[in-house]
């Protein structure tokens, strides 16, 4: 990706002085007008570094959306992740527990960070074609832009519902420029999916069997076929099965040239990193300035020698149990023993067991683990996938299923992914509840501490009533403060203080 997943120029910085969050700043002063992006964009070069600072906001080191952040204001509320002894954070524990508020740090990262990323698309989107510069290249930068756009505005609509659309450059600081109602969720995702289509005229993977294709130093950029398969996953949301089958299906018999790895165990190692199974992901390197993945760390048991893990996220207890010993994805998953890289010894992670007194595995996650940064594990350079394909393949699977009952094209699709997990095929003759029970599970252990599973729980029906699936299930992970207004975050205090037209209009239950 030419160094665009982890250096941020500094050059940049002039875009930090226009990146005016939806009435999240206090000012303190009245000044007339911004620092103008026009300063900046001026060459092919600024072109370019624009389009990085939007990437950025994926993987930049701190909490960011794919770097820890929707780990510890997301996946820590479902039934797979709970707090460590290392999470001291008062906020992260009680974000654990549903007992969160408005007022939440994370609840206010999350929505300024990702409009921090609206505005750097919207300032590209803007602003690039009015450079001279390679006309290709410069069509090319405006729909990677509009990529990112819909990905921040997916995330933003599923987490709060109804958001502010904004699609331009904020350039002044006019009452009627700075403060922007909310809009309705099906006008949001109208845009999402029009900027994915466009989106999908973008350059394949560099190996794509055909068709235009980036080049090997390009590799990680958002392409045509990560615009399909984004696509896709925004229809299943939605309900609209016809076409989630039919993009999802695009994607697996199109020319874009991905596959499922052998191995599990690559999806996740540095070594394989965009490889033909990662269709969209977060990038980190490993020794560049800090921008390593420091949720290795965070995953990681405390006191081994030459480890420096601080255990702040582990499994809630039955994740773990619900893979079948057979289940290869298990052992890559998590980890029962670790080696020291400093003595070579092997220590076995227990925990006490209520139930008789001994002892019993105490798993720890270990997708982000990077065999290279094993006594610095804050440097790994294991990426975040953000799309994957065994993604596209249980979305196929799924609507199919939802629009059609259990196809053979949905076993197809459902037993790909089952198949190199080592398991069998499922077994035929299921109902379309017996087929979707199993595909939710499959898709749990496929996606564990992949920031996927509260996106599912929140969409999966039924999402009102006794059998609420959100409620159920966490509730059955002993999170008993499961409410239906959990399934949309509340509106950040701090937002609706500073932005009168968010006033009045909290999301229910908050």
């Not at 549903?98 to 698309?121: C, F, K, M, P």
């Not at 309900?239 to 999802?248: E, G, L, P, V």
């Amino acid at each position: 990706m030419k160094k665009l997943h982890y250096i941020l120029q500094k050059s940049l910085l002039t875009l930090a002085l226009t990146a005016l969050l939806v009435g999240c700043v206090d000012l303190d002063e009245s000044p007339k007008s911004f620092v103008s992006s026009d300063q900046f964009f001026k060459t092919q070069a600024d072109a370019l570094a624009g389009v990085s600072a939007i990437y950025f906001r994926l993987n930049a080191s701190g909490q960011t959306p794919y770097h820890v952040l929707f780990s510890t204001g997301m996946d820590m509320m479902s039934d797979d992740v709970q707090p460590g002894p290392g999470a001291t954070n008062a906020d992260v524990r009680s974000q654990s527990v549903l007992s969160h508020s408005s007022t939440g740090q994370r609840v206010r990262e999350i929505w300024q960070q990702h409009y921090d990323a609206v505005n750097r698309a919207n300032i590209a989107i803007d602003k690039i074609p009015q450079i001279p510069m390679d006309e290709t290249l410069r069509g090319r930068l405006v729909l990677e832009a509009k990529f990112l756009r819909a990905l921040f505005y997916f995330n933003l609509v599923r987490l709060y519902g109804d958001v502010p659309l904004i699609l331009h450059e904020t350039t002044s600081l006019s009452p009627a420029d700075l403060y922007v109602e909310r809009a309705p969720a099906d006008q949001v995702y109208a845009q999402i999916i029009q900027d994915l289509k466009d989106a999908e005229a973008l350059p394949n993977e560099p190996f794509a069997k055909s068709g235009t294709k980036y080049t090997a130093g390009d590799a990680g950029r958002a392409s045509g076929g990560a615009a399909r398969s984004l696509l896709a996953k925004v229809y299943l949301t939605r309900y609209d099965f016809t076409n989630a089958i039919q993009k999802s299906k695009e994607v697996i018999d199109g020319p874009f040239g991905y596959a499922l790895f052998a191995d599990y165990a690559h999806a996740f190692l540095p070594a394989y990193k965009n490889g033909i199974e990662h269709i969209f992901s977060a990038q980190f390197e490993s020794n560049a300035d800090s921008h390593g993945n420091n949720q290795a760390m965070r995953e990681a048991p405390t006191g081994i020698p030459g480890l420096n893990g601080n255990f702040a996220e582990q499994p809630l207890p039955g994740i773990y149990e619900l893979y079948s010993p057979k289940d290869k994805r298990r052992d890559v998953s998590f980890i029962t023993s670790i080696v020291s890289p400093a003595n070579g010894q092997t220590y076995q992670l227990t925990v006490k067991d209520p139930a008789t007194g001994g002892t019993k595995p105490n798993p720890h996650f270990n997708k982000w683990w990077d065999p290279a940064q094993a006594g610095n594990l804050s440097q790994s350079a294991a990426n975040v996938s953000i799309l994957r394909f065994s993604d596209v393949l249980l979305i196929h699977a799924e609507a199919e299923n939802e629009q059609n009952g259990p196809t053979a094209a949905a076993y197809a699709s459902y037993n790909t992914v089952r198949n190199r997990a080592g398991l069998p095929d499922l077994a035929k003759g299921l109902t379309q509840a017996q087929f979707r029970d199993s595909l939710r599970v499959d898709r749990r252990l496929e996606f564990v501490f992949e920031y996927s599973r509260w996106f599912d729980l929140i969409r999966y029906k039924p999402l009102t009533g006794p059998d609420a699936y959100l409620i159920k299930s966490l509730h059955a992970a002993g999170k008993t403060n499961a409410q239906p207004k959990h399934y949309l975050y509340p509106i950040p205090q701090q937002e609706i203080d500073n932005n009168p037209k968010l006033q009045g209009h909290q999301n229910p239950g908050w």
